[in-house]
C-alpha cells in the first residue's frame, strides 16, 4: 500500500468531509450558512425566486439509508432588491 493511500485512509478516519451552502449578495457578503446534519449528505443545490421567497432545492441522502430524496430550503428575509 502507497503512503499517498495510507495518508488517505488516516484523514478520511478523522475528518468527515462536509459540504454547506452559502448565500452571499451581490457584494459577496456573506448573509447566510446552512450545514446539512451530519448524517447527510446534499448535493446540486438550486436557486429559484418565487413571490419574492427565495428557496434552495437540494439533492438529501441520510447516510446509511438508500435513495436520494429532493430536498426544499426556504431562506427567510435575504433577498436583495
Known amino acids: 500500500m502507497s503512503i499517498r493511500r495510507i495518508k488517505r485512509k488516516i484523514i478520511k478516519f478523522f475528518f468527515a468531509e462536509q459540504w454547506s451552502i452559502l448565500i452571499c449578495d ?3 457578503h456573506i448573509l447566510a450558512s446552512i450545514v ?3 448524517n447527510r449528505i446534499w448535493a446540486d443545490p ?3 425566486i418565487y413571490n419574492d421567497h427565495f428557496y434552495i432545492f437540494i439533492e438529501e ?3 446509511n439509508r ?3 430524496r429532493i ?3 426556504f431562506c427567510w428575509a435575504i433577498m436583495e432588491k
Open 26 to 28: 451581490r457584494h459577496n
Open 36 to 38: 446539512p446534519e451530519k
Open 46 to 48: 438550486f436557486p429559484v
Open 61 to 63: 441522502q441520510i447516510k
Open 66 to 68: 438508500n435513495g436520494i
Open 71 to 73: 430536498q426544499s430550503l
